[in-house]
């Protein structure tokens, strides 16, 4: 599938992903093709190896892509942001959520990305309760 450069110079890290993604991009792939080859392409972009593509070049092409169909570039961000606040809150060591964003210091994770979520907010008045009180 090939490989995208690292970010900022740091060395190439790995990410895992489930089953079912694996299954849906795979699926995916399959689609894209056929509908490629079906409207005449000879060669569809999901069967194209990207060789060091520069992180700056994936997100130059995701603006322009975003506006090409209308929607919010900064949807990318938010993306980083949601991943990042949901490892977070199913308790996942901060460590693991900056190495899957690339982050080469911990506290850029925390100040730019992890946001505080309802679940999370209620998790913890329920903490609170449970310490003062003796219940939640």
């Known amino acids: 599938y090939g490989q995208i450069a690292p970010p900022k110079g740091r060395a190439e890290r790995q990410v895992s992903i489930d089953l079912g993604t694996v299954e849906v991009l ?15 392409d000879r060669l569809a972009p999901s069967t194209r190896v990207w060789r060091g ?17 209308g929607v ?4 990318k961000d938010a993306t980083r942001s ?3 606040s949901v490892l977070a809150e ?3 060591p901060l460590h693991v959520a900056q190495d899957r964003l690339g982050h080469a ?3 850029t994770t925390m100040a730019h990305y992890i946001r505080a979520t309802a679940v999370a907010d209620a998790a913890a008045a329920d903490t609170i309760a449970e310490a003062v009180f003796g219940t939640s």
Request: charged share 30%; aromatic share 6%; hydrophobic share 45%.
């Open 26 to 40: 795979r699926s995916w792939r399959v689609r894209n093709v056929e509908e490629m080859l079906a409207n005449g």
């Open 53 to 69: 593509v520069s992180p700056d070049m994936v997100t130059k092409r995701w603006g322009k892509l975003a506006r090409s169909v």
């Open 105 to 107: 210091d911990a506290s």
């Open 72 to 75: 919010d570039a900064r949807w």
């Open 90 to 92: 199913a308790g996942v």
């Open 82 to 84: 949601l991943s990042a």
